[in-house]
């Protein structure tokens, strides 16, 4: 059944780092500040606006042989290549910006304030009257949020991922003992794109809004249909632990950016993975971030463990072979 999730809200997870509130997931920033898409050039963290609200999320089946696992020498950068010799993976230093982590959390006030005026299924299009947001917004000022449905059980998750076209992920074969599914959701695509004259005329609504107020006023937002969905997530739990699998469309063209303290290849079943850890002394809540790209190459995965019960290398690989159905 569908779980509306109104209930703890306010508490509802802004990043990875902080998943303790199981009943609304709002991951979408946070993984697009760990994984970063490049379409045809790089941009700075602070312009990447919308993609940053782009949320994943995954399922999977399957068990591996711990024998299907070959483990490269540890290194600090990675760069996994396609059969074309492109590169679509790698890991990159991991840098702390505290101008952007400022914009970050002055954004998170907003989006937490307007979360609150929609309900699960609801999309919305947002400007921010403030002169923090609009110095680093000079190319993309719309936001988007969509406040997703919290299914309780994969069978109707798996429904909307269907209904919604979004990555198909099959429910497990194998989890780690004592872990169940908690929440499975997906995540509409940011639309339209900036450039676009519906953009412009978007952005030209939301302004004369703002325009015309005379108050104090500084979120102003217009509520607009959902889109096709581009990302899935599913939570697994036991206890207060959690495991998050993340899945979302690539780009085509595009190089997949993981920003790590310490990163590693690892071969599972002829597919190279990018094991990464966070930074040391990072306050992130997990261990270790395993990241690939389907057989396509246009679906990329993510697993995260939690850093009070981090999983073994085996395990990754076991969780993996399942998403990848193999």
């Not at 508490?11 to 946070?30: C, F, G, K, Y």
């Not at 089946?61 to 492109?86: D, M, P, Q």
């Not at 840098?95 to 299924?121: M, R, T, W």
């Not at 889109?227 to 899935?232: M, Q, R, V």
Request: net charge neutral.
């Amino acid at each position: 059944m569908q779980d509306r999730g109104e209930s703890g809200q306010g508490q509802a997870l802004r990043n990875m780092e902080r998943m303790e509130n199981h009943d609304h997931i709002d991951v979408t920033s946070a993984v697009m500040r760990k994984v970063h898409h490049y379409e045809g050039r790089r941009k700075s963290d602070l312009r990447l606006g919308t993609r940053r609200r782009m949320v994943l999320i995954a399922s999977f089946c399957a068990v591996v042989l711990l024998s299907s696992i070959t483990v490269y020498a540890s290194t600090r950068f990675i760069e996994i290549r396609n059969h074309e010799g492109k590169i679509v993976i790698t890991s990159i230093a991991q840098q702390s910006n505290p101008y952007a982590n400022d914009y970050i959390n002055v954004l998170n006030k907003y989006e937490a304030e307007l979360k609150k005026k929609l309900k699960p299924g609801e999309m919305a299009a947002y400007y921010v009257k403030d002169k923090q947001i609009q110095a680093a917004e000079t190319l993309n000022p719309v936001h988007f949020l969509y406040v997703p449905y919290m299914h309780r059980s994969y069978d109707e998750f798996a429904k909307e991922m269907q209904n919604t076209d979004t990555p198909q992920i099959r429910e497990p074969a194998y989890m780690p003992k004592g872990y169940l599914f908690d929440s499975g959701s997906i995540q509409s695509k940011p639309e339209p794109f900036v450039g676009t004259p519906e953009y412009e005329q978007l952005l030209a609504e939301l302004k004369l809004m703002a325009e015309k107020s005379t108050d104090e006023q500084a979120l102003f937002y217009k509520m607009i249909p959902p889109t096709k969905g581009a990302s899935s997530m599913i939570r697994y739990r036991k206890g207060d632990h959690q495991i998050n699998i993340i899945a979302f469309s690539k780009p085509t063209n595009s190089t997949v950016q993981v920003p790590s303290g310490n990163a590693e290849k690892l071969m599972v079943n002829g597919k190279e993975m990018l094991l990464s850890s966070p930074e040391s002394g990072s306050a992130a809540s997990y261990t270790r971030l395993l990241t690939w790209l389907d057989a396509t190459g246009h679906v990329l995965y993510n697993i995260t463990d939690d850093a009070k019960d981090p999983l073994s290398k085996e395990e990754f690989a076991k969780i993996a072979t399942g998403i990848m159905g193999e």
